[in-house]
T-cell receptor, first 114, second 109 residues
Framework: IAGITQAPTSQILAAGRRMTLRCTQD?????MYWYRQDLGLGLRLIHY???????GKGEVPDGYSVSRANTDDFPLTLASAVPSQTSVYFC?????????????FGPGTRLTVL | GQNIDQPTEMTATEGAIVQINCTYQ??????LFWYQQHAGEAPTFLSY??LDGLEEKGRFSSFLSRSKGYSYLLLKELQMKDSASYLC??????????WGAGTKLIIKP
């Protein structure tokens, strides 16, 4: 693994179903983030984690939960998916000691909720 | 509230120069990023400014004026591969990144 990986690449999901988006980084970065990107709205922060064992809410946290059991993994769970959660989801990480908190992004997960 | 403004879309000609502006109103300022995002791909880092002035990196330059809450990204000798969205993002007082909606740049031959 080099950088950040996300799985799945894309998913079609029925409303009401539970879904976990996976994110793994091998750069030993302290901080990790989950964003959603919708046309015309740019990137919006869902949840973040400054270090393993801690998480925080971003701009649009409702309907989503995260955990950070270790440095490398930061899964995002939709407990009961709704159509408004149709979006492209990006995971990112940063080294808090690095250049201004530069964030490195995974390739994204395209999620469609029907 | 916090706000970052960028033009939604710009068009330029191959070989020309284009300037993409970004104005921001945030709670505090700890730096500004420009990212490039090709359609269907993840954003990738272009530049970082924390002090006033111009940062040059090859064909790309980024300028910052903290007193005016203003930055621009300058792209020279445009190539077709520069067709992408350009995202401006500001680090606020809580060290969170606040993102603009992005500027879609269309390059025509």
């Amino acid at each position: 693994i080099a950088g950040i990986t996300q799985a799945p690449t894309s998913q079609i999901l029925a409303a009401g179903r539970r879904m976990t988006l996976r994110c793994t980084q091998d750069m030993r970065h302290n901080a990790m983030y989950w964003y959603r990107q919708d046309l015309g709205l740019g990137l919006r922060l869902i949840h973040y984690s400054n270090t393993a064992g801690t998480t925080g809410k971003g701009e649009v946290p409702d309907g989503y939960s995260v955990s950070r059991a270790n440095t490398d993994d930061f899964p995002l769970t939709l407990a009961s998916a709704v159509p408004s959660q149709t979006s492209v989801y990006f995971c990112a990480s940063s080294d808090s000691s690095g250049r201004g908190n530069e964030q490195f992004f995974g390739p994204g997960t395209r999620l469609t909720v029907l | 509230g916090q706000n970052i403004d960028q033009p939604t879309e710009m068009t330029a000609t191959e070989g020309a120069i284009v300037q993409i502006n970004c104005t921001y109103q945030t709670s505090g300022f700890n730096g500004l990023f420009w990212y490039q995002q090709h359609a269907g791909e993840a954003p990738t880092f272009l530049s970082y400014n924390v002090l006033d002035g111009l940062e040059e990196k090859g064909r790309f330059s980024s300028f910052l004026s903290r007193s005016k809450g203003y930055s621009y990204l300058l792209l020279k000798e445009l190539q077709m591969k520069d067709s992408a969205s350009y995202l401006c993002a500001v680090i606020d007082s809580n060290y969170q990144l606040i993102w603009g909606a992005g500027t879609k740049l269309i390059i025509k031959p």
